[in-house]
């Protein structure tokens, strides 16, 4: 297992009206994934982006642009079934796809996120853990 807190990132930055959220994993505690596949592991993946942008004053829905790792390019089609759930009724951002290995052992999906948030919401971001719900 890795030890997450000697790995020198955080989970978010604000940078004025803009939040850059670094790649998540589908996490449901320290360093544990969710069990169920690629679908799982996206939703999950999701809900952890949507709890740091939360904590920051947005939602999914301010998000504008994904950045997406795929371990394998046949989970393309089960990934976007998941991927466009979770995003129902926003407006889906901007995306980049890539299939390529990820760290962390049983990983299937890293997405990372930018989110376009109004200046008056409250600039509040999780400490630095894996574990975005914390």
């Known amino acids: 297992m890795v030890d997450f807190s000697t790995i020198p990132l955080t989970p978010a930055r604000r940078s004025d009206n803009l ?15 969710i069990e169920g596949g690629i679908a799982a592991q996206t939703r999950q993946t999701l809900e952890n982006i ?6 920051a004053g947005g939602d999914l ?14 989970n393309f089609s ?12 926003c407006e889906l951002p901007a995306r980049s796809t890539v299939v390529t290995g990820l760290l962390i052992d049983g990983a299937l999906v890293e997405i990372e996120a930018l ?3 109004p200046l008056a919401a409250p600039p509040s ?6 574990d975005p719900a914390a």
């Open 19 to 33: 939040v850059h959220i670094s790649g998540q994993l589908g996490f449901v505690g320290p360093g544990r994934l």
């Open 50 to 55: 949507r709890t740091i942008l939360r904590k």
């Open 61 to 74: 829905g301010d998000v504008v642009k994904t950045t997406v790792w795929l371990t394998d390019k046949s």
């Open 78 to 89: 089960p990934f976007n079934e998941a991927y466009a759930a979770v995003f129902d009724g």
């Open 115 to 117: 989110a376009h948030l």
């Open 125 to 130: 971001l999780p400490a630095g853990s894996d």
